[in-house]
């Protein structure tokens, strides 16, 4: 799908990353419009925190996202699907280890 | 009410008459905007701007319900805040007149805004320190709210003020039409003199030349020109509204008239 680019009245698409709590990282909430950063960052406040979603934001343009292209898929994840080497799943796991 | 089945107003009561007008005035002025911006959701110019405007309109009227539950109490005439919201005529409204002018052209919207955000943010803080611990507290939360909503009109302001041809114009009208209700912000009569004396209430005169700093700050960025001072005055915090406040109050009580004491 093509980004939204930078429309006539100046206006312009941000996607926006929110941290739920601190320790986390920032995760992809979704996209608001907006004419600067500064606007995309309170409008991302007013619409994605309205129910105590988060503890900080980052806004970034739409536009400067480079994404893969889904007809690739074949090329870019298929080669990884008979590795299941790469998992680190061949290892006995001492029983002092609670978690891992 | 006749004369005779009125119980007479406990001395407690009396004192506290000054208090409830000034504590209403805050109450109001917090009520009144809120639901001129509550008539904006679903129609603001963007799906983000109608959230923003919405947010505000919530944390005002989050101010206007602990304020009028407060005057109530002090009032002890048993009125809670729905009550006071719901079922005083308009010339028991004391909010200033500026807040109760219509939504107009998104530049009226934000102008308005913009003047009563400055407003608060000065008025509120000087409340913060008020003899009275309620009212302080109430200030205190409101305070961080009242940031955010300055930081957003200011933004638009300086973005509309200093965009187009078009834009700047268009705020200039806005700013002309409602420049003249500032006044009233800081004409101080009797209940305000009252309450300034007793340090409820912060003093008039720095609570002036702070807003208007930091108005002339803001309209330089954004490029536009102060009106000068209209002569003529209001007087909506003494219940002599403009023409605007008996349409809003007649869609915003409706139902509770109409269906006294109706639950969801």
């Known amino acids: ?100 | 009410m006749s004369a005779t089945t009125t119980a007479p107003a406990a001395p407690a009561a009396a004192d506290s008459a000054p208090r409830v007008r000034y504590v209403l005035r805050l109450a109001d002025a917090s009520l009144v905007l809120a639901q001129r911006l509550g008539e904006l959701i679903g129609h603001a110019p963007a799906l983000e701007e109608d959230l923003g405007l919405a947010n505000i309109a919530l944390d005002l009227m989050g101010q206007a319900r602990l304020l009028l539950a407060y005057a109530g109490e002090l009032e002890g005439q048993g009125r809670d805040a729905d009550t006071l919201a719901f079922l005083r005529d308009e010339h028991e409204f004391a909010n200033p007149t500026l807040v109760e002018q219509p939504n107009g052209d998104f530049a009226h919207t934000i102008v308005r805004q913009f003047l009563f955000d400055a407003w608060q943010h000065e008025l509120y803080t000087g409340l913060q320190s008020s003899s009275d611990a309620r009212i302080a507290a109430i200030a205190a939360k409101a305070l961080k709210e009242t940031r955010y909503h300055l930081t957003y009109s200011g933004g638009w302001l300086v973005r509309l003020g200093d965009g187009t041809e078009e834009s700047h114009s268009r705020m200039q009208l806005a700013l002309d039409a409602l420049w003249p209700y500032t006044s009233e912000l800081f004409d101080a009569d009797e209940p305000d003199r009252d309450m300034i004396a007793a340090g409820v209430a912060p003093p008039m005169q720095p609570l002036a030349a702070a807003w208007s700093a930091r108005i002339d700050a803001v309209l330089r960025d954004a490029t536009l020109a102060r009106p000068p001072t209209a002569s003529y005055r209001w007087y909506g915090k003494q219940g002599r509204h403009s023409e605007h406040l008996g349409y809003l109050l007649a869609e915003m009580q409706h139902l509770p008239r109409t269906y006294p004491g109706l639950r969801w």
């Open chain 1, 1 to 100: 799908m093509e980004h939204e680019a930078e429309r006539p009245d100046g206006w312009a698409l941000y996607e926006i990353f929110i941290r739920a709590r601190s320790g986390l990282d920032h995760k992809h909430v979704g996209s608001v419009h907006a004419t600067d950063a500064r606007m995309a960052l309170e409008h991302a406040r007013d619409v994605y925190t309205r129910r105590q979603e988060g503890i900080s934001i980052w806004v970034v343009r739409s536009i400067d996202i480079l994404a893969s292209d889904p007809a690739e898929a074949d090329a870019l994840f298929e080669p990884a699907r008979d590795k299941v080497y790469r998992h680190p799943t061949f290892y006995d796991i001492p029983d002092e280890v609670k978690t891992l």
